[in-house]
């Protein structure tokens, strides 16, 4: 899987099959926050969220930044790898939810 940084746009993102599928994140405070991650139907299922929001973790660790939770796919990530030592957002709205 062939994973890009969008710098510019503060994403992961990845094509498969034609599709892509993204994470969105922001910074502030010290803190890589996913906001949002986005795989369409016609490719989940192939651990692509999976693959997102670990490489977007991997860069904030490697930088500097605490891993921020505030989409629920990324709570629930963070929840299964405690050696992120990453932190639910305080703006998290509960389970199937993500940022506005």
């Known amino acids: 899987m ?3 940084h969008d710098k510019e ?3 992961f993102r990845v094509e498969v099959d034609g599709v892509t599928a993204y994470v969105a994140y922001t ?3 010290g803190a890589l926050d996913i906001r949002h991650t986005i795989v369409p139907e016609e490719i989940g299922g192939r651990g692509i969220a999976s693959a997102l929001v ?3 973790y991997d860069y904030a660790l490697e930088n500097g930044y605490k891993p921020v939770a505030t989409c629920s796919y990324a ?3 963070l929840q299964r790898h405690p050696e992120y030592k990453g932190t639910t957002g305080a703006d998290f709205g509960g389970e199937g939810s993500c940022a506005l």
């Open 27 to 29: 910074l502030a405070d």
């Open 54 to 56: 670990k490489a977007t």
């Open 75 to 77: 709570v629930v990530w």
């Open 9 to 11: 746009k503060s994403k």
């Open 2 to 4: 062939d994973i890009v």
